[in-house]
Structure formats: structure tokens, C-alpha cells
Antibody, heavy 116, light 109 residues
């Protein structure tokens, strides 16, 4: 069965960096685009970034453009999100999601807290 | 970027039918997908495309669309349907991006 497992969340100071990972299994990872979606505490869902199946194209929400970088290693079935220049408003649960029929599978999420 | 607008809260009596709506310009070009999220859990896809349900989603969930409005209908709402519901579509403006509605809290009375 499809499994997506995020890791790498934690507490970081404003201006700091963090790298999230999403380990995928149960499907041919190299055949699907992948998304990162976040949810601030008590708030709604916000799309963050998308990467095509082969990493050839990457797209970002305006709120993270220039600070976050999405990447993937198809040999390791792993998706990444490098987050730099973190701000308090980046505090959220970050989910990775498979791009099949829309976001057809989601991980359980990893919490990122940006605080001094 | 485009926006998708949802009513913040909707309620329905047990066993009755409820419609949750989502409005936005992008819906004139792209179908909405719908996600159910229960407290402390990841979202779950319930409707995608014109009106498609992933495996395991009960057939009481259905979707429709007209103009700039997409709707999720639950026919015969059950207690376990109480959750937040989010619509989502591709953004029709500028570079490829995606947008979520603000979410609708469904209460089953």
C-alpha cells in the first residue's frame, strides 16, 4: 500500500534553516509528481511546492518562493523540502502528497515551529 | 493568484443531505477536488475530477460543478462525516500553482 512518511520537523529560530524529507513506498515514486502542503495551527491548507516526476520542473507558492527548494531523489524514493530564512509565519504541519488523481495520498505530516 | 471561497461552517441533521460549495474563477477551467480532514489527521481525498470517488469512499459523497462553483454533496450524512472539508484546484492565473479553499467545518446534528 502507498505510504508517505515525513520527517525532519522541529523547532528552529527565525532566519534558520530546516530540511524536510518524505520517504515514499508502495508505488513507483519516479513516475509521479509530488507536492508539499502545509497547515498552520488552527488554519486551513496551503499549497507550498510541486515537483514533476523527473525533477525537471518545480513550482512554488509566492509565500515561499526564493526561500524554499523542493527536490527529489528517485533512487532513494525520497522527496525533500529545503527551507531557508524561516519566519514565524512558516510555523505549520508540513505534508507531502502524491500527485495522482489530485492529491490522492498524504503523509501524516511533520511539525515545523519557528520561534525564538 | 486565484482564490477559492468556502462557507466557514455548515450543519446537517443526521441522515439528511448537505451541499458544501466552493467558488472561484479557476473552477471555470479546472475541476475541483475535495478533501476531508478530521482533527489530528491528514486530509483524505473524497472527490476528484468531474465526479470520481477514490476506492473506499462511500457513494454518499458526490461532486458537481457549474460555472465558477463546485459542490460536494453528502446524501444521508452520517456522524462520521463530521469534519473539515477543503476544495482545491489548479490555479488558472500565471505559473502553475494550486490553491485550496479556506475550508468548511461540517457539523452533523
Amino acid at each position: 500500500q502507498v505510504q508517505l512518511v515525513e520527517s525532519g520537523g522541529g523547532v528552529v529560530q527565525p532566519g534558520g534553516s530546516l530540511r524536510l524529507s518524505c520517504a515514499a513506498s508502495g508505488f513507483t515514486f519516479s513516475s509521479y509528481g509530488m507536492h508539499w502542503v502545509r497547515q498552520a495551527p488552527g488554519k486551513g491548507l496551503e499549497w507550498v511546492a510541486f515537483i514533476r516526476y523527473d525533477g525537471s520542473n518545480k513550482y512554488y507558492a509566492d509565500s515561499v518562493k526564493g526561500r524554499f527548494t523542493i527536490s527529489r531523489d528517485n533512487s532513494k524514493n525520497t522527496l525533500y523540502l529545503q527551507m531557508n530564512s524561516l519566519r514565524a509565519e512558516d510555523t505549520a504541519v508540513y505534508y507531502c502528497a502524491k500527485d495522482g488523481y489530485s492529491y490522492d495520498y498524504w503523509g501524516q505530516g511533520t511539525l515545523v515551529t519557528v520561534s525564538s | 493568484s486565484s482564490e477559492l471561497t468556502q462557507d466557514p461552517a455548515v450543519s446537517v441533521a443526521l441522515g439528511q443531505t448537505v451541499r458544501i460549495t466552493c467558488q472561484g474563477d479557476s473552477l471555470r477551467s479546472y475541476y475541483a477536488s475535495w478533501y476531508q480532514q478530521k482533527p489530528g489527521q491528514a486530509p483524505v481525498l473524497v472527490i476528484y475530477g468531474k465526479n470520481n470517488r477514490p476506492s473506499g469512499i462511500p457513494d454518499r459523497f458526490s461532486g458537481s460543478s457549474s460555472g465558477n462553483t463546485a459542490s460536494l454533496t453528502i446524501t444521508g450524512a452520517q456522524a462520521e462525516d463530521e469534519a473539515d472539508y477543503y476544495c482545491n484546484s489548479r490555479d488558472s492565473s500565471g505559473n502553475p500553482s494550486w490553491v485550496f479553499g479556506g475550508g468548511t467545518k461540517l457539523t452533523v446534528l
